[in-house]
């Protein structure tokens, strides 16, 4: 069984996470006047443009799927049959093994508390995922298991209990060598 995919360390994580910590001290102080909502969609938003995204490995399909992570065996056939964005717009999903939503309360939760260290922490440690089709997206959501897990010790437990193949999950990358094997 491969393990989920991980964000590379670099040399500006300190740094990044000092500017997040910011981010979230002052949304502390507006939270009440932004919504939760709000609130949580800006945080997200800031993890993903400050955090993840630079720290994706490369190469990268369309900017946001690693080869190296695990694709299930359908994203990989979706982006097989269609290589060009236009042909498959909106049908991969950069899934979180830790639902996101987990760590955003966790940030949430510690509010004024949590310090740069922490954070970094928090961050290195809960940001795992694979890449899956929206469809298998959907049978985990018709699942229950969007936004919790059956088995928290378990990465893959969310995806079985969807009834995903999590056998069949590989980086693009293998199955681009097995490719051009053929």
Known sequence: MVEPGRLLTLDTDEQDATSILRV???LGEVGDVLGRALHNRVLKEVLWFRWEQPRLPRP?????YPHAYPWSAEARRVWQESPRREGRRGALV?????PKRELLARIIRAGDAIDVA???SLLR???SAVVITK??????TRAGFSHRSPDPSDVWARYRAAGLEVEGFA???KALTAVERR
């Open 24 to 26: 979230v001290h002052s």
């Open 60 to 64: 990268l399909v369309d900017g946001k």
């Open 94 to 98: 950069i899934e979180h093994t830790e």
């Open 118 to 120: 922490e954070l970094l």
């Open 125 to 127: 440690d809960a940001h």
């Open 135 to 140: 469809r298998e997206d959907d049978l985990v």
């Open 171 to 173: 980086p693009l990358n």
